[in-house]
């Protein structure tokens, strides 16, 4: 997990406080170091894989008009993440439509799917399983809390809520029957499967996109969001040009909806997959 801006402000505090100003520039250098040092730990193999499933995400969100535009993919590692693709909203987000929670879902699935097609169901990893898991909890509360299921309607479930007390002992409450509670996986798998089969055809509709999305990553390691709408438009993509500038403008979605490209601050949240 990536530490946010208020953990690195308090840790910077704390070193000020205790080793004064002068240690700050020392503690940003280790910083980079590590993280420069993380880096070359990285086989060829795995940052070509990291690119390909960074681009898989950034293809299906370049394609999915309901996806918050994209703010910058990069394979260089933080956390335990080895890299990822940020997407911020362009307005403040009150509440969030059943189109909008699809596309997130479709590319979450991007970048599993760009893994399998590049180098076979045999060489997927996991690197996938944070967005599975952000994925099945996005489809089981549209199922469960948002009444957003035909086939079980506008409805809540309490599914088996569960309390874990010492010993590891787990009580569980049964608020829906066992029929109910096989109906409401079987929606959540549906809800996933077309997401999945959703991202699976645009990717392979844009596979010279992915591949030269993965190729710019490889070569730059962080591209922001306009390099990538250039990249999408089929832009040949060279930064070390001194004439070089990424035009504002955004690739055209399969809808026919042009949708604005902007940078915004990190207030709404912004949405990460990686």
């Known amino acids: 997990m ?42 060829d193999e795995e940052k070509k894989l990291t690119a390909y499933h960074e681009g898989g995400h950034a293809v299906v969100a370049s394609f999915e008009p309901a996806s918050d535009p994209i703010h910058k993919a990069t394979i ?6 080895l890299g990822m693709v940020m997407r911020l909203p362009e307005k403040d987000q009150l509440s969030i439509t ?27 990893t996991s690197g996938a399983s944070n967005d599975i898991e952000v994925a099945t909890k996005m489809a089981r509360n549209m199922v469960t809390r948002f009444g957003m299921s035909d ?3 506008p409805l809540t479930y309490g599914e088996n809520e569960e309390e874990v007390f ?27 499967d077309n997401c999945y089969n959703r991202a699976k055809s645009v990717i392979d509709k844009h596979q010279d996109i992915l591949h030269n999305l993965a190729n710019a990553l490889i070569q730059f390691e962080t591209l922001n969001g306009n390099e990538i709408a250039a ?14 500038v990424a035009s504002d403008v955004s690739p055209v979605p399969e809808s026919g909806q042009k949708k604005k490209r902007t940078s915004l601050g990190i207030k709404p949240e912004p949405q990460t997959s990686s």
């Open 2 to 43: 990536t530490p946010s801006i208020w953990q690195l402000l308090i840790v910077l505090v704390i070193v000020l406080l205790l080793f004064g100003r002068g240690k700050i520039p020392q503690l940003m250098g280790d910083m980079a170091k590590g993280i420069k040092s993380f880096k070359k730990g990285m086989t």
């Open 76 to 81: 260089i590692p933080r956390g335990r993440a």
């Open 98 to 124: 059943k189109e909008k929670m699809l596309a997130d879902i479709s590319v979450a699935m991007g970048g599993r799917i760009a893994e399998e097609l590049i180098f076979g169901p045999k060489k997927v």
């Open 151 to 153: 086939k079980l309607g």
């Open 166 to 192: 010492l010993g590891r002992s787990i009580a569980r409450h049964q608020n829906v029957s066992e029929e109910t509670s096989r109906n409401i996986d079987q929606e959540i798998k549906s809800i996933i």
């Open 231 to 244: 990249i999408v438009r089929g832009e040949k993509l060279d930064k070390n040009s001194p004439d070089f």
